[in-house]
T-cell receptor
Framework: DQQVKQNSPSLSVQEGRISILNCDYT??????FLWYKKYPAEGPTFLIS?????DKNEDGRFTVFLNKSAKHLSLHIVPSQPGDSAVYFC??????????FGKGTLLTVNP | DTGVSQDPRHKITKRGQNVTFRCDPI?????LYWYRQTLGQGPEFLTY????????KSRLLSDRFSAERPKGSFSTLEIQRTEQGDSAMYLC???????????FGDGTRLSIL
């Protein structure tokens, strides 16, 4: 039973354009969500978070949107840069603040 | 500010052997988590410590797995009688608590021959 789904295994965008990564969840008990970025041979690095009482959180080039009624999140990166190329994981926060991750989306930003 | 440190980075062992991994969390982070990541999947929760107390264990953590966090500082994860299915990346994360984001180490990659 996959509680967090990232249905796009990969995404390719041009440098300077917008990258939109999507995430759906089924567990209504999640009240907090995080996005992590992962480079090969490194651990996940925290990117941005959002509480379920908000519908948007922005940090520089990164914005996360939450549609609670649709149980859907998206991460927008504007403008995309080649250094953003990585695997992006969406995670829901459950009891004891443990994270439930999606399978990830590989973002490739082409120069 | 040193990050979460994990040792070793890579462990190769024969099936049936015991292995132990170590995690040093960020100083003063009282919560410590272990996750396992297999190819094509996101990290999956294994177990969680608040200080020295192990407060939750996943069903993924069979009786061959044991974790400790003596004195609430570093943590160890031991796998006894390793099996092929144990091959994975084992990730450790720490956080001060509450809704502070978890900070991950670079993981220990376990390969079972």
């Amino acid at each position: 039973d996959q509680q967090v789904k990232q249905n796009s295994p990969s995404l390719s965008v041009q440098e300077g354009r917008i990258s939109i990564l999507n995430c759906d969840y089924t567990n209504s008990m999640f009240d907090y969500f995080l996005w992590y970025k992962k480079y090969p041979a490194e651990g996940p690095t925290f990117l941005i978070s959002i509480s379920s009482i908000k519908d948007k959180n922005e940090d520089g080039r990164f914005t996360v949107f939450l549609n609670k009624s649709a149980k859907h999140l998206s991460l927008h990166i504007v403008p995309s840069q080649p250094g953003d190329s990585a695997v992006y994981f969406c995670a829901g926060v459950g009891s004891n603040y443990k994270l439930t991750f999606g399978k990830g989306t590989l973002l490739t930003v082409n120069p | 500010d040193t990050g979460v440190s994990q040792d070793p980075r890579h462990k190769i062992t024969k099936r049936g052997q015991n292995v132990t991994f170590r995690c040093d969390p960020i100083s003063e982070h009282n919560r410590l988590y272990w996750y396992r990541q297999t190819l094509g999947q996101g990290p999956e929760f294994l177990t969680y410590f608040q200080n020295e107390a192990q407060l939750e264990k996943s069903r993924l953590l069979s009786d061959r797995f044991s974790a400790e966090r003596p004195k609430g500082s570093f943590s160890t994860l031991e796998i006894q009688r390793t099996e092929q299915g144990d091959s994975a990346m084992y990730l450790c994360a720490s956080t001060p608590g509450g809704r502070q984001p978890q900070h991950f180490g670079d993981g220990t990659r376990l390969s079972i021959l």
